[in-house]
Structures are given as structure tokens and as C-alpha cells.
């Protein structure tokens, strides 16, 4: 199985594929057999994550940027439905989110680390 970086989508693994046949992505997918399994700490991740993100964020066009961290988070996701036993998130937008949720934080929390994009649709 081939999983696409782009939309999440796995397909089969089909010699003649010129792109994924959910989202027409050019993008090199995922061989699902050669999954790894690594040892390291939550935090060490984070920080792997963070700095993903960040780069992401700080790419000049605006369209490749969101295009980009959509693809940080989707592997951040997957990573983290792995392990949901963690108290925080990978990604610096999951730690925002959690101040925004909580009931002592008042007021708008203004940041400039990440480009913040909205949710996907559907």
C-alpha cells in the first residue's frame, strides 16, 4: 500500500500510478511495508516536529507553506494516535490550541512562530 503525504489517502500500490488517485498529488508517497519503528523520547520528537513545523511556516509563498504544514501535521498525527498516552501534542499549533481550550487563559494569544491555516474541509 502507498500512503499519500498530501490527503492521508492509502491506495494500492500500482506500477502505472502517475499520481494518487484521490488528490492528483505528484508527491512521492508512503510505502506502507517499510514503516520504521524508532526509540526516542516525546521530547526529542517535539522538537523534530517544532522545527518541521516552523520551516514550514516559514516558507515565502503562502500556498506552499500551508501545503507543506498540512503534510507536518498529518505525519505529527499519525505519530501521535500511536502514543495517546502523552500529556501534550508534537506540534507547537496542538500547544495553542490547548492554551486557547483552557479555561484560565483570557484573551487573545498572539504568536508569531507558525503560520496558522485553517482546519480542512470534508
Same mark, same amino acid.
Request: net charge negative.
Given at each position: 500500500?502507498?500512503?499519500?503525504?498530501?490527503?492521508?489517502?492509502?491506495?494500492?500500490?500500482?506500477?502505472?500510478?502517475?499520481?494518487?488517485?484521490?488528490?492528483?498529488?505528484?508527491?512521492?508517497?508512503? @510505502?506502507? %511495508?517499510?514503516? /520504521? +519503528?524508532?526509540?526516542?523520547?516525546?521530547? #526529542? =520528537? !517535539?522538537?523534530?516536529?517544532?522545527?518541521?513545523?516552523?520551516?514550514?511556516?516559514?516558507?515565502?509563498?503562502?500556498?506552499?507553506?500551508?501545503?507543506?504544514?498540512?503534510?507536518?501535521?498529518?505525519?505529527?498525527?499519525?505519530?501521535?494516535?500511536?502514543?495517546? @498516552?502523552? %500529556?501534550?501534542? /508534537? +506540534?507547537?499549533?496542538?500547544?495553542?490550541? #490547548? =492554551? !486557547?481550550?483552557?479555561?484560565?487563559?483570557?484573551?487573545?494569544?498572539?504568536?508569531?512562530?507558525?503560520?496558522?491555516?485553517?482546519?480542512?474541509?470534508?
Amino acid at each position: 500500500m502507498l500512503l499519500c503525504l498530501d490527503c492521508g489517502k492509502e491506495t494500492e500500490n500500482g506500477h502505472d500510478l502517475m499520481c494518487c488517485p484521490n488528490c492528483q498529488s505528484t508527491g512521492i508517497p508512503i @510505502d506502507t %511495508e517499510k514503516l /520504521l +519503528t524508532v526509540r526516542t523520547s516525546w521530547h #526529542e =520528537l !517535539r522538537i523534530l516536529v517544532m522545527w518541521a513545523e516552523r520551516w514550514a511556516s516559514a516558507l515565502p509563498d503562502k500556498q506552499e507553506s500551508e501545503k507543506m504544514l498540512r503534510i507536518v501535521y498529518r505525519i505529527a498525527d499519525r505519530m501521535q494516535q500511536q502514543h495517546l @498516552d502523552q %500529556e501534550c501534542g /508534537l +506540534t507547537f499549533a496542538s500547544e495553542l490550541a #490547548e =492554551l !486557547r481550550a483552557s479555561p484560565y487563559v483570557t484573551g487573545e494569544i498572539e504568536q508569531n512562530v507558525i503560520r496558522e491555516i485553517p482546519p480542512e474541509r470534508g
